[in-house]
């Protein structure tokens, strides 16, 4: 019966994720998601923007190094969302956000986020494509060109979501020369101690993951989140029962 159990284990996870994730969905939309623990990070950046477009400056977002084919693939669509929610609250600035990275990917998907939220709000004429730059394909190349764009446009506001490695230190000491308020939000070990070292707001490990729950607070988002939470405690449970039945000779 064990040895069924774990020939179907990954079968059985992915069946339960589904399920948990149609339950929570449901809950949200009927106005009982789950509560959501308070990420200053995400609380914050909507305060950031309006600072921005309130002194007449601009927000910079990077999304790092990474692209939509590979590795960093999830990193890089959590940084989306941000660059979506972020864009979206910016569109009434006379200053549009940029946006940097430094892979040809990721570039268009930006540039295509971008557009997309000035295109919801009916006012397409104002989008130009200079809002979104790809910098350099090495990552500190990219780094090192994105600190002239924070200290030469304007910029009011530094966030930096994505795959960053050490990288990061070199925009993030381009943002406290600024005096500016920072997020950074990386995968990389690397780079979350950069972040809990230099970032204002830092976003550690699987917080990244969590932005579109945070900052869209649609009903899909909550409930993937939520049931993510409860799968990542069952593996938790699973792993240490394996421990304790190895331990006994039972596998």
């Given at each position: 019966m064990i040895d069924l159990v774990l020939d179907n284990l990954g079968l059985l996870l992915a069946g339960l994720g589904l399920l948990l994730l149609l339950i929570f969905t449901i809950a949200a939309r009927r106005g009982f998601g789950p509560p959501l623990r308070d990420l200053g990070a995400y609380r914050t950046l909507p305060e950031q923007v309006?600072?921005?477009?309130e002194t007449g400056g601009r927000l910079?977002?990077?999304?790092?190094?990474?692209?939509?084919?590979?590795r960093e693939t999830g990193t890089t669509l959590a940084a989306l969302s941000?660059?979506?929610?972020?864009?979206?609250?910016?569109?009434?600035?006379?200053?549009?956000p940029v946006a940097t990275t430094g892979d040809a990917t990721t570039l268009l998907a930006a540039a295509d986020t971008v557009r997309r939220a000035y295109e919801r709000v009916g006012n397409l004429e104002k989008y130009e494509t200079k809002a979104v730059r790809l910098v350099a394909l090495d990552a500190m190349a990219m780094a090192a060109g994105a600190t002239s764009?924070?200290?030469d446009d304007g910029v009011q506001a530094n966030v930096l979501v994505g795959s960053f490695g050490q990288e990061a230190a070199l925009m993030t000491e381009a943002g406290y020369r600024q005096r500016i308020p920072q997020t950074l939000g990386s995968d990389r070990l690397e780079?979350?101690?950069?972040?809990?070292a230099m970032?204002?707001?830092p976003l550690i490990g699987e917080e990244v993951y969590a932005a579109r729950?945070?900052?869209d607070r649609t009903p899909t988002a909550v409930g993937g989140l939520a049931a993510e939470d409860i799968l990542r405690w069952v593996i938790v449970a699973l792993i240490a029962a394996g421990v304790v039945?190895?331990?006994?000779?039972m596998l």
């Open positions: 309006g600072q921005a477009v910079h977002i990077s999304l790092g190094p990474g692209g939509l084919i590979g941000v660059l979506d929610a972020a864009s979206a609250a910016s569109v009434i600035s006379d200053e549009l764009i924070i200290a780079g979350q101690a950069v972040a809990l970032a204002d707001h729950a945070y900052l039945l190895q331990t006994l000779g």
